[in-house]
């Protein structure tokens, strides 16, 4: 059984909408960074969005900043998804990690091998 779990994957028309949730059963949820990745076929893993322990530091990829949001409480991580576009079809991961950094300024990058800690995946298909 894995530490992370993340749930909210589904089928979607452009310019819909979709949340996601991550809960973390295995770990001490508030002691961790978390971040969203998402990996289409043929595509390399991309990061979506982290925000840090205190919810202070959020970050978001270039092609989602505007249209999704992170947020935290004391149990669970969300990524609302609006204005779906046919490019945002991917599976999305969760993961947590206690010592990645996640920072607000533009030249940030949310990398993957910075996080341990990975939920098995949601698929999101938006369709056009």
């Known amino acids: 059984k894995r530490k992370v779990e993340e749930s909210g994957g589904g089928l979607v028309q452009e310019g819909e909408s979709l949340t996601l949730s991550c809960t973390t059963p295995g770990l001490v949820f508030e002691y961790y960074a978390m971040a969203w990745f998402r990996q289409a076929p043929g595509k390399e893993r991309e990061g979506v969005s982290c925000i840090n322990f205190s919810s202070s530091g959020k970050f978001y990829g270039s092609s989602v900043k505007g249209r999704f949001l992170i947020s935290r409480t004391k149990t669970t991580v969300y990524l609302q998804m609006n204005r779906l576009k046919s490019d945002d079809t991917a599976m999305y991961y969760c993961?947590?990690?206690?010592?990645?950094?996640?920072?607000?300024?533009?030249?940030?990058?949310?990398?993957?091998?910075?996080?341990?800690?990975w939920g098995q995946g949601t698929q999101v298909t938006v369709s056009s």
């Open positions: 993961a947590a990690d206690p010592q990645a950094s996640c920072q607000s300024y533009e030249g940030f990058s949310l990398l993957p091998h910075e996080y341990h800690y």
